[in-house]
């Protein structure tokens, strides 16, 4: 392909992962105004962020797995089209529950677009151009993530929250007509063997009470111990999905990617990745409890971590065929450990705190953009490279969750203010530390330099 359809194939794989991923970040600032709007408690209404990751998780590895039997144009523009309509669903919501329905909808069409746009550029780009553009895939997840909240007062100020989603709805349609033209498209061209629909019924049911596990570890200092019942039957389902994987014609989470070390060890990284980047939400928390920052002004304290997140992740895609995954995910997690123990220095007032606040955001631009879905994309076989990538995601949504359930746990558990979050984030930098230190056993890949010419045809 000629360098204007590259473009216009990595304009419709850009639009489409921002939209989705922005849809993650901008529900918090509405959270109030729908509690009011719906007459729903606090309990209710955390229902909202836990329906959309539940169905989001639970579709990630069912959507891949279809990229892989029946190409990535037809399952990316059904999950375009799903997140749509699920967007104007919410909108015109009469009752809470249409909006809980909308929000479900939503979050299968979600869990599809990413590692279909992931694997679309390893079926479109040779190894020598994915670098750059997963990077940019990448930077696009974090951006949106982090310019979500102001992005949202922002219509909730000059329109309504109802435009949060409506907003969806054109740029859905802007995808939609771009991706029909230009995403790759490789009809079957023979049959595949039964859908493995026991391991999807296993993998909703596993992931379902690993997420409502997660989010209920907070509750535990309420007196709610719910958390270990949902973590059980974890346990329980794990061996389970490993003996009906195994038989499986065609598994919907293919056992030999686990037999690879180097993609397991990055699946342990990408959760890390998911942890240091869901880390960012509560440091609007410190801007506005500890330095004084007006709540409507948090978002933009943020802004130098934004523009450092946005330049990381460009930086490390323009880098990744040079340097080799492996160095870019050391220094990723190097810049974020240093961000975060710096955050966690409380005392040292405003200035500080956007000084540390910067290395962070570097660290979140190079961990989420292409490093870690490059090694994904050149150890998985080609397959199950939507598989592989679908993984990814999840390890990325798991890593998000553990992350809200610990710094809230531990800042509660020190008494909160300064020194509660003093204490979560000397915790968050220590983990930092730790995926850095796993980073360490990951193998030397080759490194390869592109050329100077346009990509080769995608047939």
Known sequence: ??????????????????????????????????????????????????????????????????????????????????????????????????????????????????????????????????????????????????????????????????????????????????????LPHHPPHEAHPPLDVSGIVVVFALLSALVLGITRVVDSFTGNLLWPWFLGIVIVLLPLLVRIERRAAAPMIPLSLFGNRQLVTTYLLTVGAGFGMGSVVFLASIATGVHGIATRNAGFVLLPLVVCSMLGSMGAGRLLNRLGPRTLILGGFALLCLGYAGSALTGLGLWAFLLASMPVGLGVGVVVGGALRTIAIDEAPAAVRGSAQGLINICTAIGTLLSAAAIGALADFSGGGPRGFSVAYDAVAATMLLMWLLALTLRHGAIVQAPLEAPSSMG
């Open 1 to 182: 392909m000629d360098a204007s359809f590259s473009r216009r194939l990595m304009r419709a794989l850009f639009v489409g992962v921002f939209m989705s991923a922005l849809d993650t970040a901008v529900i918090g600032p509405a959270i109030p105004v729908l509690r009011d709007t719906f007459g729903v408690g606090l309990r209710e209404i955390g229902l909202v962020m836990i329906v959309f990751v539940l169905f989001s998780l639970s579709s990630t590895a069912l959507m891949a797995n279809l990229s892989d039997r029946y190409g990535r144009r037809p399952i990316y523009l059904v999950c375009v089209t799903l997140f749509a309509v699920g967007s104007l669903m919410i909108a015109v919501s009469p009752r809470f529950g249409y909006l809980l329905l909308g929000r479900a909808v939503q979050g299968i069409g979600s869990g599809g677009i990413m590692p279909t746009a992931s694997a679309a550029i390893g079926d479109a780009f040779p190894p020598e151009r994915r670098g750059r553009a997963l990077g940019l895939i990448g930077a696009t997840y974090g951006m949106a993530f982090v310019l979500g909240p102001p992005l949202a007062g922002l219509l909730m100020v000059v329109a309504s929250w109802h435009w949060i989603f409506l907003i969806n709805l054109p740029i859905a349609a802007l995808v939609l007509a771009t991706g029909a033209r230009v």
